[in-house]
Structure formats: C-alpha cells, structure tokens
C-alpha cells in the first residue's frame, strides 16, 4: 500500500489509500467541487446525490484504486478510479445501482423542467457507459476531486502519482479522464500531467464532455 507525506507550505499533508471511514468526507468534497470545480451545494436537495454517482463506489466496491489526501484539517482531497472500466460498470449494475434506484425515483415528463436532483437520478436508472472507443485505448478511468485550499499546491499532482503508481503495479496500460466542457480549469489540470484530449462528446453530461486519455 503507498503511503506517502510531503510538506505543503507549513503543512504536513499524507496521501493513503481511501477508506470507508472517509466517505463523509468524499461525498463532501465531491458536492463542493460539482459544479466545474465549483461548490455545488446550492444545486442539490439531496447533498450525497452526486456523490453516490462519482465517489462512494470507488470506495466500496472491489477493484477500485482509490486515495486521498489529509492534513491537520481532514481530508481535501481524493483520487478515485478503476483498473478497467468495463467490469467496473458491470459491478455497478449488480452492487451498486439496485440498492439506489428505490430511494432515487426515474423522474418522467419534460427533461426541460427536470433538477438538478432528477437529472443525476436518471443517470442512476440510465447509466451511459463510456465509448467503446475510449475504453478501447484507456481501459482505466480516474476522478479527482480537491478542495479549494489544496488546489495549485502540488496536492493533485501527487495524488496522481499515487494512483498511476498502484495502476502501473497491477499492469494498467493508459487510463482516460473525462473533463467537463466548461471545466476549462480541469482541463488545464489533465492537459499538464500528460493526458491529451482524445474526444468531445456533446451530448454526455449536462454541458458535455471532453475525454482525455494517457498511456501508463
């Protein structure tokens, strides 16, 4: 297991491998980075909705390679993933999906009038599954997540590190981000550390998405 500890600033910050005690705080941090990076608590009725989409599985579910980073004030930030993407998807199916669909309703009518809530509550009922042409070349798939005060302190970059590191170790060979369109600052964030835009999708997510991929 990688563990490592590094000083940002005047502050001790370690990077280890997420746990079930820190799911609070990953649904938190990923209801406060949801909207582009941006805090997207005023969007949702429910604040664990989106995390039970891009966080919690990745700490639940068997396979995944998950990490996040600590200091003095708690956990700011997470690097979630999965070595392959396809038996990820099908563990969502049979683990995952089932235990929510009864709590999250498949909301009907206009898709116009939906919220923000009913629009993450379809992608529960209706996962779209990534393009086969991404899967294909980028058989892994990674979230990363950070709050505001890690941000531009080289916590991401080693978070990244550790995630590709443990990859690498059980024979990874590229692994693929997707970038929301209006993101520009994630972008810029995958663009750095190698990963190299591969497709645009505009009709996945809710101002589309840019996939970006990178050979391990």
Known sequence: ???MVWTMTSERVLIRRAAFGDMDDLYAICLMTGASGKDA??????????GHIYAAPYVVLNGCISYVAEDQEGVLGYAVGAPDTRTFERLLETDWWPRLRP???NPTGDRNTWSPDELRARMIHHPQPVP???????PAHIHMNLLPRARGKGVGTRLLEAWMETARAENV???????GASNQSGLKFWSARGFRSVRTDPANGSNGTIWTGRFL
């Open 103 to 105: 709590a999250y309703p």
């Open 1 to 3: 297991m990688i563990a």
């Open 173 to 179: 060979p590229a692994v693929h981000a997707g970038v």
């Open 132 to 138: 086969n042409d991404i899967v294909g070349d980028y």
């Open 41 to 50: 608590t005023a969007l949702y009725a429910d604040p664990k909705l989106i």
